[in-house]
């Protein structure tokens, strides 16, 4: 299946990705000093900047031109294996090592609501879920399948976590 008729969604994908990274730098700028005092934003931080990013490469590589459908495979599972690494690694401060929350480091704990949906967030892990479904999609198009859907998938999950993450990174 050739990757031309997916274009219109790469542009729309492609342009809220840069829109929201854009945004994420504004919202980063003007919380400076409180950043900068408080570790575990930084890696909320630094998830977040990877999740846009993430989308913008991926819609990017989607309208790559002449571009066979086995190359789109190893570009994918290549962008799946180094984006899920760095989302690893980033983490989130403030949790030992398999990711139990270390009250020794990182922030004090969100209350209500706002601790319902961080917990859910962290439980469900979609940072990650994300990478995997770039993987399927990956390997769908090197078996010669149709893998774009779940790169779709991919794209819009990236773009919502994103968002989330910017939320919580912005409201705690």
């Keep these: 299946m050739t990757t ?8 729309i994908s492609g342009s809220a990705a840069g829109a929201l ?3 994420l730098f504004v919202a980063v700028s003007l919380n400076r000093d409180r950043i900068i005092g408080h570790e575990a934003l930084h890696g909320e931080a630094g998830q977040t900047l990877v999740l846009f990013l993430l989308a913008l490469l991926l819609s990017l590589v989607l309208v790559i031109p002449g571009a066979s459908v086995r190359t789109l495979g190893v570009v994918l599972v290549a962008i799946a294996l180094v984006a899920g690494t760095i989302l690893s690694l980033i983490g989130r401060p403030g949790r030992d090592s ?6 020794s480091r990182g922030r004090a704990e969100p ?3 706002e601790d319902r949906l961080a917990r859910l967030v962290d439980a469900v892990s979609p940072n990650l879920f994300t990478a995997l479904l770039i993987t ?3 390997c769908l198009q090197l078996a010669g ?3 774009l859907y779940w790169l779709a998938a991919a794209i819009v999950l990236s773009l919502i976590s994103g968002v989330v993450n910017a939320w ?3 409201t705690r």
């Design 111 to 113: 209350s209500g609501a």
């Design 145 to 147: 399948d149709n893998g």
């Design 136 to 138: 399927v999609a990956g």
């Design 4 to 11: 031309q008729v997916w274009d219109n969604f790469a542009v």
């Design 21 to 23: 990274t854009g945004l």
């Design 168 to 170: 919580l990174f912005l």
């Design 98 to 103: 398999i990711g139990r929350r270390d009250p």
